[in-house]
T-cell receptor, first 116, second 115 residues
């Protein structure tokens, strides 16, 4: 009964490169959320997706960041032309498909992005 | 706007003593409240949640939390602390806006249990 899986666990990029972060939700979950955690801070919401749809991207920076959750395969958070300020831990969470808001979000181990 | 506040950055408690980690919230409408714990270099682990019903919610690892509507608080408690409880604890509230489902997190409280 695997939990939320994220890879890679650690990612090092130079300024200007692209970063691709992957998230596979728990089995049976069709809602995925991405959060960013800066050192010594709480998590900040970025984007909420269901299969093939972006539901809420109000926390996503307007430029360089994009997310997808295709019909097949993991959810991808893509950061183009990374800058040092993008260095953070990026967490993915998933929840089951229900009509209410009472579902628990279960988090993956995170991807720690370091931009040199 | 939804938000939570964790007024203490750091809480120290002796092993075997009761512990409390404080959280207050601000929401429009019904609050859906959560506690998570984060160990070093790990993701967040779910502890418990309040949706409706009894004000005292029991969760994982012996933790519980008391929902207090009049004080808009949701403090995390444990009767007897263990050294292994030392970690970073986050309180969170669900966004109540239509179509939204994300969590707003507090800034975290670092709990240290002293042997």
């Amino acid at each position: 009964n695997a939990g939320v899986m994220q890879n890679p666990r650690h990612l090092v990029r130079r300024r200007g490169q692209e970063a691709r972060l992957r998230c596979s939700p728990m089995k049976g979950h069709s809602h995925v959320y991405w959060y960013r955690q800066l050192p010594e801070e709480g998590l900040k919401f970025m984007v909420y997706l269901q299969k093939e749809n972006i539901i809420d991207e109000s926390g996503m920076p307007k430029e360089r960041f994009s997310a997808e959750f295709p019909k097949e395969g993991p959810s991808i958070l893509r950061i183009q032309q990374v800058v040092r300020g993008d260095s953070a831990a990026y967490f993915c969470a998933s929840s089951a498909n229900t009509a209410g808001r009472t579902d628990t979000q279960y988090f993956g181990p995170g991807t720690r992005l370091t931009v040199l | 706007a939804q938000s939570v506040a964790q007024p203490e950055d750091q809480v120290n408690v002796a092993e075997g003593n009761p512990l409390t980690v404080k959280c207050t919230y601000s929401v429009s409408g019904n609050p859906y409240l959560f506690w998570y714990v984060q160990y070093p270099n790990r993701g967040l682990q779910f502890l418990l949640k309040y949706i409706t019903g009894d004000n005292l919610v029991k969760g994982s690892y012996g933790f519980e939390a008391e929902f207090n509507k009049s004080q808009t608080s949701f403090h995390l408690k444990k009767p007897s602390a263990l050294v292994s409880d030392s970690a970073l604890y986050f309180c969170a509230v669900r966004d109540n806006h239509a179509g939204a489902n994300n969590l707003f997190f507090g800034t975290g409280t670092r709990l240290t249990v002293i042997p």
